[in-house]
Protein backbone atom coordinates (compact mmCIF):
# COMPACT_ATOMS: atom_id res chain seq x y z
CA UNK A 1 0.00 0.00 0.00
CA UNK A 2 1.47 2.96 -1.59
CA UNK A 3 1.07 6.57 0.08
CA UNK A 4 1.80 9.42 -2.50
CA UNK A 5 0.09 12.30 -1.21
CA UNK A 6 2.57 13.71 1.58
CA UNK A 7 0.47 15.34 4.62
CA UNK A 8 0.47 19.09 5.22
CA UNK A 9 -0.47 21.20 7.72
CA UNK A 10 -2.79 24.31 6.70
CA UNK A 11 -2.23 26.17 9.89
CA UNK A 12 -0.60 28.92 8.97
CA UNK A 13 -3.79 29.16 5.87
CA UNK A 14 -6.41 29.07 8.83
CA UNK A 15 -5.05 32.06 10.94
CA UNK A 16 -4.80 34.09 7.49
CA UNK A 17 -8.24 33.20 6.88
CA UNK A 18 -9.17 33.60 10.35
CA UNK A 19 -7.08 37.35 10.41
CA UNK A 20 -8.42 38.09 7.23
CA UNK A 21 -11.78 37.88 7.99
CA UNK A 22 -11.81 39.21 11.21
CA UNK A 23 -10.16 42.67 10.40
CA UNK A 24 -12.72 42.79 7.60
CA UNK A 25 -15.54 41.88 10.66
CA UNK A 26 -13.87 44.51 12.60
CA UNK A 27 -13.70 47.03 9.69
CA UNK A 28 -17.61 46.72 9.45
CA UNK A 29 -18.32 46.81 13.05
CA UNK A 30 -16.23 49.85 12.95
CA UNK A 31 -17.96 51.66 10.41
CA UNK A 32 -21.66 50.51 11.95
CA UNK A 33 -20.96 52.28 15.19
CA UNK A 34 -19.53 56.01 13.74
CA UNK A 35 -21.43 56.03 11.07
CA UNK A 36 -19.13 58.30 9.26
CA UNK A 37 -21.52 61.05 7.67
CA UNK A 38 -19.70 61.38 4.58
CA UNK A 39 -20.38 57.81 3.64
CA UNK A 40 -23.90 58.08 5.71
CA UNK A 41 -25.25 60.99 3.81
CA UNK A 42 -23.80 60.21 0.15
CA UNK A 43 -25.96 58.28 -1.82
CA UNK A 44 -24.82 56.17 -4.91
CA UNK A 45 -27.83 54.12 -7.06
CA UNK A 46 -30.22 54.68 -4.56
CA UNK A 47 -28.42 53.64 -1.61
CA UNK A 48 -26.02 55.32 0.88
CA UNK A 49 -22.18 54.69 0.63
CA UNK A 50 -22.43 53.12 3.82
CA UNK A 51 -24.66 50.41 2.40
CA UNK A 52 -22.87 49.73 -0.39
CA UNK A 53 -19.22 49.40 1.63
CA UNK A 54 -21.13 46.67 4.00
CA UNK A 55 -22.29 45.26 0.79
CA UNK A 56 -19.26 44.41 -0.92
CA UNK A 57 -17.63 43.91 2.25
CA UNK A 58 -20.03 41.25 3.41
CA UNK A 59 -19.76 39.95 -0.59
CA UNK A 60 -16.24 39.52 -0.31
CA UNK A 61 -16.35 37.37 3.05
CA UNK A 62 -18.77 35.06 1.80
CA UNK A 63 -16.31 34.58 -1.82
CA UNK A 64 -13.60 34.05 0.78
CA UNK A 65 -15.33 31.98 2.74
CA UNK A 66 -16.37 29.41 0.01
CA UNK A 67 -12.76 29.92 -1.83
CA UNK A 68 -10.30 29.17 1.74
CA UNK A 69 -12.99 26.66 2.98
CA UNK A 70 -14.80 24.62 0.28
CA UNK A 71 -11.79 24.54 -1.30
CA UNK A 72 -12.56 26.81 -4.36
CA UNK A 73 -9.01 27.85 -5.15
CA UNK A 74 -7.83 23.52 -5.88
CA UNK A 75 -10.98 23.09 -8.29
CA UNK A 76 -10.89 23.94 -12.11
CA UNK A 77 -11.93 27.23 -13.68
CA UNK A 78 -15.00 25.63 -15.31
CA UNK A 79 -16.58 24.43 -11.75
CA UNK A 80 -15.46 27.80 -10.04
CA UNK A 81 -17.90 29.81 -12.37
CA UNK A 82 -20.29 27.48 -12.81
CA UNK A 83 -20.85 27.54 -8.71
CA UNK A 84 -20.07 31.66 -8.52
CA UNK A 85 -21.95 32.66 -11.53
CA UNK A 86 -25.94 32.04 -10.00
CA UNK A 87 -24.61 33.52 -6.85
CA UNK A 88 -23.55 36.59 -8.35
CA UNK A 89 -26.74 36.90 -10.69
CA UNK A 90 -29.05 35.94 -7.53
CA UNK A 91 -27.16 38.49 -5.46
CA UNK A 92 -27.62 41.22 -7.83
CA UNK A 93 -31.29 40.12 -8.65
CA UNK A 94 -31.78 40.20 -4.78
CA UNK A 95 -30.43 43.82 -4.33
CA UNK A 96 -32.42 45.16 -7.66
CA UNK A 97 -35.79 43.64 -6.25
CA UNK A 98 -34.61 44.91 -2.48
CA UNK A 99 -34.06 48.74 -4.05
CA UNK A 100 -36.90 48.68 -6.49
CA UNK A 101 -39.32 47.49 -3.58
CA UNK A 102 -38.28 49.32 -0.72
CA UNK A 103 -38.31 52.62 -2.68
CA UNK A 104 -41.90 51.76 -3.44
CA UNK A 105 -42.95 50.91 -0.28
CA UNK A 106 -41.03 53.90 1.17
CA UNK A 107 -42.98 55.92 -1.27
CA UNK A 108 -46.45 54.63 -0.70
CA UNK A 109 -46.09 55.44 3.40
CA UNK A 110 -44.65 58.53 2.81
CA UNK A 111 -47.15 60.38 0.04
CA UNK A 112 -50.20 58.44 1.24
CA UNK A 113 -52.68 58.61 3.84
CA UNK A 114 -51.61 54.96 5.02
CA UNK A 115 -49.53 55.11 8.43
CA UNK A 116 -46.56 53.80 9.46
CA UNK A 117 -47.88 50.85 11.77
CA UNK A 118 -44.68 48.82 12.17
Known amino acids: MSHDHEYVSNTKRIWFVFALLSAVTTVEVILGIIKPGFLEFNHFVGLNLLNWIFY ?16 MEGEKSSLRWSVVSPVIFLVLYLLFILLTEGHYIYGVFKDSTIKWNF
Do not use: D
Open 56 to 71: ILTIFKAYYIVWAFMH
